[in-house]
């Protein structure tokens, strides 16, 4: 019985931490909600740098990295799309 409790326990706290984007994994894991997505367009200039989330997160995003901080974008926005193809070019001028 206390190992069919115990067994309850982790599997809700998996769960749990499964809806929140949190990885037992690594702690240096950075996941985005929905709500927090950055919707507007980024101008290619301001952009330090961009990886995409970990799979273990609950929805896809790219964090893209700014002078000022981390915005998660959606992998879907056509700007984003464009960019990250010009990114994949030989001869890109960008980082």
């Not at 301001?46 to 964090?63: G, N, Q, R």
Request: charged share 20%.
């Amino acid at each position: 019985m206390k190992i069919s409790l115990a067994l309850l326990v982790l599997l809700l706290a998996a769960a749990w931490a499964g809806r929140q984007g949190v990885s037992f994994r690594s702690s240096k894991v950075t996941c985005c909600s929905k709500g927090k997505f950055f919707h507007g367009k980024i101008p290619e200039a301001k952009i330090l740098e961009y990886h995409y989330t970990s799979p273990t997160c609950t929805h896809k995003a790219v964090l893209v990295t700014l002078p000022g901080g981390m915005v998660c974008v959606d992998p879907k926005e056509k700007w984003l799309q464009k960019y990250l193809k010009k990114q994949k070019k030989p001869n890109s001028t960008s980082k």
